[in-house]
């Protein structure tokens, strides 16, 4: 057997990948359990036969790669939104830090119950209250500043209860729904009335969802020069209400197609199931119940947060839709967490804008991986290594396919922000990376 041996540069260090010229054989290995966070039961029935139907060319459900579309909730669907809004909590803290220049704030309302811990007060806020505070807190900047505050607030905020970051507040059944669909050539989209802008700094990150599948709420932007190049500036004015009704009309705006599927929790999103079942051939709508005290939160009709009414359970009754019960049909609620010497700014992905592997981009995922996708001799060629990181050393380690034993390899980290990671090899080769958009 005759084998040739790639040598892939690969974020400044060697990684040997082996190629034969003829196929070996293999034994046949049983399939992964695509949905192992879920308990056998209605719930996961239903999800592995509607994909089962739309993939199979042979079934008369079968629907075509390019119209495979999947919608998703963020908020209480994909994590965890109780006692409050993750963005909520963004935008109350922002008025504390914008406050020393609105001196008028503290008489002024809403304002004036955030800066005295007014809970009672807070918890009477309107709807026009919450817009008038994400206007005042979400504008007047560019669309980039407003990225980097987001991302630096998300690196350090921690959720109240469960006191880990909010983007390890993500439920792994919902992140494997999601990997499943996509390996069956879905594309899956975030449809949430919070900030499309908010959501869009860690969608890709935290679900593996890019950029431009974030549907969601908006503020009004206005072109503008600053300093000589042009910059989008966020206005104080709402663009996209992305919730009940909206959700529809804005899927059909970013996407001009109907949902095969539908994932939601609250009344919130009743009419984008509504709107995915309309159509012909097979369709899945889910709601996730929140029914778990225990492990997560227990709410329903009472709720202003997630509110999920007695007439969205009818309603789910009657139309024959998938009810997952948080307590009954998920062995595990949250993903694993991220490990503690991980720098929370590490994670996401990475573009090389300078060095050796120019243009090669690099994810660093909450479970200690670490995929990249580089380019040999014209050809891209895919990284998937374990890492670990311990000081300012970043551990990354890949399986030799060519001698079945592990390489690990170091790269030391010279600068890392939001925005900017610069690194080191030990033989003094430097990456310089930029946070991909």
């Known amino acids: 057997m005759v084998h040739r041996i790639l040598c892939l540069l690969v974020a400044g260090h060697l990684l040997a990948i082996g190629a ?54 963020n908020d209480g669907t994909l994590w965890a939104e109780q006692p409050l809004y ?32 007014d809970r009672k007060a807070m918890a009477r806020f309107s709807k026009k209250d919450l817009l008038e505070i994400v206007a005042e807190t979400h504008a007047g900047m560019t669309v980039d500043q ?25 439920y792994q059944p919902m992140l494997e729904v999601m990997r499943y669909l996509r390996a069956n050539g879905f594309r899956t989209y975030i449809v949430t009335g919070g900030g499309q802008e908010f959501v869009r700094v860690f969608s890709e990150s935290a679900f593996g969802i890019p950029p431009d599948q974030v549907i969601g709420s908006a503020m009004r932007t206005k072109y503008v020069f600053q300093f000589g190049r042009p910059v ?54 889910v709601l996730v119940h929140h029914d778990d005290a225990d492990r997560e939160y227990a709410y329903g009709p009472e709720s202003k947060i997630g509110k999920f009414s007695n007439a969205l359970m009818a309603e789910a009754k009657m139309r024959d839709w998938v009810v997952v019960s948080m307590k ?33 981009t690099f994810d660093f995922n909450r479970d200690s991986r670490l995929l990249g996708i580089v380019n040999v001799g ?15 050393k970043i ?43």
């Open 86 to 117: 993750a963005q909520l909590a963004f935008a109350l803290d922002r008025v504390k830090a914008l406050a020393p220049h609105h001196p008028d704030w503290k008489t002024k309302t809403p304002f004036k119950a955030i800066l005295e811990g």
């Open 378 to 392: 014209g050809r891209e060629h895919t990284l998937d290594a374990r890492i670990r990181v311990e000081g300012k």
């Open 146 to 170: 407003f990225r980097v505050i987001a991302r630096d607030w998300l690196a350090t905020a921690k959720h109240p209860r469960f006191k880990r970051p909010y983007t390890e507040c993500v």
């Open 232 to 285: 989008l500036l966020r206005l104080p004015a709402l663009l996209l209400l992305d919730d009940e009704e909206g959700k529809p009309e804005d899927i059909e705006l970013f996407t001009g197609r109907k949902p095969l599927a539908a994932f939601g929790n609250s009344d919130g999103d009743r009419q984008m199931l509504e709107w995915t079942q309309s159509g012909p051939g097979a369709r899945l709508m």
């Open 395 to 437: 551990f990354s380690t890949t399986r030799n396919p060519n001698t079945g034993q592990d390489d690990t390899f170091v790269q030391i980290i010279r600068t890392l922000t939001a925005t900017d990671l610069v690194t080191e090899d030990e033989q003094g080769g430097v990456l310089r990376m930029k946070r991909a958009p």
């Open 328 to 360: 009954n049909d998920w062995p595990q609620v949250f993903a694993p967490r991220v490990q503690a010497n991980i720098p929370a700014q590490l994670l996401g992905k990475w573009v090389v804008v300078e060095g050796p592997q120019e243009g090669a």
């Open 20 to 73: 034969s010229t003829g196929p070996a054989q293999q034994p046949e290995k049983a399939k992964p359990d695509p949905l192992p966070s879920w308990n056998e039961g209605p719930a996961r029935k239903a999800i592995l036969e509607f994909v089962r139907a739309i993939t199979d060319k042979a079934s008369p459900k079968y629907v075509p790669v390019a119209e495979r579309i999947a919608t998703f909730d």
